[in-house]
């Protein structure tokens, strides 16, 4: 217990040095790109006036020496201060939290409905390893890894939003709909099915080629053999006795893939017009709004390194075998 | 293709010498190999043989496929041969998607050879790093750097080769991990070879096969993410991509869907023939990981 405590601590302290380090890279990029940054901030505000340049330097402290700068950045920076839009003309706090919650729930529902789907998937092929469920994982895995994502949602769009107009192809939920929660509820899940969907793809390919290797491991070993010989019904074996214990490496993928998929959603979420942070990004790049840019830069890195983090700690509360060594 | 066996093989050629044999029975990777040289030779001598400017408004807009004998696949929004945009819009694609792959394989195998083989704090310090590059969102990071030092065919290869590479080193690190503790090694410490001869001419010949599959796995998803920021509008705007075509196009769908959809599939295609080739070399060159 304690090797746990000190290996979550050291993960921990880590993880605070990752997210100061990207703060740092996210300083560097904009005193790096060609030009004075306040140019660069003023260009991209459609012009400034000679006050107002002078007030971002002032902001900015770019009259400052480039360590004090840092270190003043970084400050801000921890105090949530991530600096204002000036697309949105907000602050960017406040615009990222605001479409926090789309991009949540698009990627939960995804990561929820493949990591299912593609651990059943590999539990079915695991039982015939040679069978068609095996030959299924592979198609799927091929395609699903060379299909773009974005190419992938414009087909389903094709296909069941004109061809077969079942799910509406753009946007979270019917404008001006008002019918109560119940109603708007089911409105936003009938929205989520095609990106929700399209997200799911690239992943359940991986999920099911994982849980099949890991349940052909596990099918062989000892205890599913005595478990067997007793007379145990199949379902039993394979759901509660061999998938439990096949059920880690889904964890870790599953923790791995939910920061790749915040930056996966930006162009799903682009090809369906779904109000997450995914589009704010892409409308913050077209617009050249750097503040908003590195500010989503470092939210989906805080993101990534938390849940990498709690994957960790997952695991090692799951599987008492890990040792200090291997995190 | 038979080869000429009249000169002595060298040790390190034989696993590759052994490894085609495996993979040309191996129908799906030969396929990929077909279908890749397909793109390849249409990308590479098709601009010049089918004269058609990609970029000039030759017809009316969106004229569908097979409807006009001059336009076998139509004409996209601004009535633009869709052909001619499949046909010329593939090499910058797959050049990027090449350049992002060598780079990816420089820096992994740099970090990789050095963490792998020194361990200790050399090994703790460059995994470090690894794992900072691996914490950054790769497509939104991707995205900041074109857009901060404006997009053009470099900036978009360093930016894929700076996001793809972490792969590749661990993968590196864990085979110079494994290597560096062989017999012909050690033997060759004895001998008194400098450790940069050992890393560059013992170990690295015999860790080459898990890094030629790598490579190539690298190439696709660096067409991936190439197409993925031509479709954002991040790409080169001066040269047409299939990318391109589907972003460019997408507004215009419901009339004109074969603009957005065989531009997708080339792409499909390049990825999906790339890949199969890396299945197959892995099967080749890795006989210990034949079984799974």
């Not at chain 1, 004109?162 to 509406?168: S, T, Y």
């Not at chain 2, 930016?159 to 792969?167: E, K």
């Not at chain 2, 589907?246 to 890949?275: E, K």
Request: glycine share 8%; proline share 5%; net charge neutral.
């Amino acid at each position: 217990m304690l090797n746990i405590a000190s290996a979550v601590l050291k993960r921990l302290a880590f993880s605070v040095v990752l997210i100061v380090m990207v703060i740092v890279l996210n300083f560097l990029l904009i005193h790096l790109a060609p030009g004075d940054p306040v140019d660069i901030l003023a260009a991209e505000m459609g012009g400034a006036t000679p006050e107002l340049q002078a007030r971002l330097r002032e902001l900015y402290g770019l009259d400052l020496p480039v360590h004090e700068q840092l270190l003043r950045y970084i400050v801000r920076v921890l105090h949530g201060d991530l600096g204002v839009s000036f697309f949105n003309n907000a602050p960017v706090t406040e615009l990222i939290l605001r479409h926090l919650w789309p991009t949540m729930l698009l990627v939960l529902t995804a990561l929820f409905f493949s990591s299912v789907t593609g651990t059943l998937l590999g539990v079915f092929a695991s039982v015939s390893p040679r069978g068609i469920g095996s030959a299924i994982i592979t198609v799927l895995s091929l395609v699903g890894y060379a299909a773009p994502v974005f190419w992938t949602g414009i087909m389903m769009i094709i296909l069941f939003a004109w061809l077969i107009p079942v799910f509406p192809a753009q946007g979270m939920m019917t404008f001006g709909l008002d019918g109560g929660l119940m109603v708007q509820s089911l409105d936003i899940a009938h929205h989520l099915v095609l990106p929700a969907f399209t997200l799911s793809t690239i992943y359940i390919a991986q999920y099911s080629r994982i849980s099949r290797a890991s349940m052909l491991e596990v099918l062989g070993s000892d205890y599913i053999r005595t478990a067997r010989a007793k007379g145990m019904p199949k379902q039993t074996v394979i759901f509660k006795h061999a998938l439990r214990n096949a059920i880690l490496p889904v964890i870790t993928l599953a923790g791995m893939q939910f920061g790749n998929l915040i930056s996966g959603a930006v162009l799903v979420e682009t090809v369906f017009s779904w109000p997450g942070l995914g589009t704010l990004a892409y409308d913050s790049i077209l617009a050249r709004d750097y503040p908003t840019v590195l500010g989503l830069l470092l939210i989906s890195s805080i993101v990534v390194i938390t849940a990498n983090f709690l994957t960790d700690l997952c695991y090692r509360l799951a599987d008492p075998r890990i040792k200090k060594s291997q995190g | 293709m038979t080869r000429n066996e009249n000169h002595s093989v060298t040790a390190a050629e034989q696993p590759f010498l052994e490894g085609w044999r495996v993979f040309r029975q191996n129908k799906a990777a030969l396929s990929g190999l077909i279908i890749l040289g397909f793109i390849l030779l249409i990308t590479a001598v098709g601009p010049s043989l089918y004269g058609v400017d990609p970029y000039s408004m030759i017809a009316s807009p969106l004229i569908p496929p097979l409807t006009n004998p001059n336009l076998p696949l139509g004409t996209d929004f601004l009535g633009r041969d869709v052909v001619a945009g499949l046909i010329n819009g593939g090499r910058v694609t797959i050049l990027i998607g090449c350049c992002a792959a060598g780079i990816t394989v420089i820096i992994g195998l740099l970090v990789g050879a050095f963490a792998g083989f020194y361990g200790k704090t050399v090994d703790d310090v460059l995994m470090r790093v690894t794992e900072f590059f691996q914490v950054l969102p790769a497509l939104l990071f991707a995205m900041a750097l074109v857009t901060l030092f404006s997009p053009s065919v470099y900036t978009i290869i360093v930016a894929i080769g700076l996001v793809v590479w972490p792969q590749t080193a661990r993968l590196a690190r864990a085979e110079f991990m494994q290597l560096r503790n062989l017999e012909y090694v050690a033997s060759a410490k004895v001998i008194g070879s400098s450790n940069t001869r050992i890393i560059w001419r013992v170990i690295l010949p015999n860790a080459m096969p898990p890094l030629i599959v790598s490579a190539t796995l690298a190439i696709g998803v660096s067409i991936l993410f190439e197409s993925g920021l031509s479709f954002l509008g991040l790409g080169d705007a001066n040269v047409m991509s299939w990318g391109l075509m589907i972003g460019q196009n997408r507004p215009y769908l419901l009339d004109g869907w074969w603009t957005v959809t065989f531009p997708g599939f080339a792409i499909f295609l390049t990825v999906l023939s790339v890949s199969l080739i890396g299945d197959g070399l892995n099967d080749a060159l890795n006989p210990k990981l034949r079984e799974r």
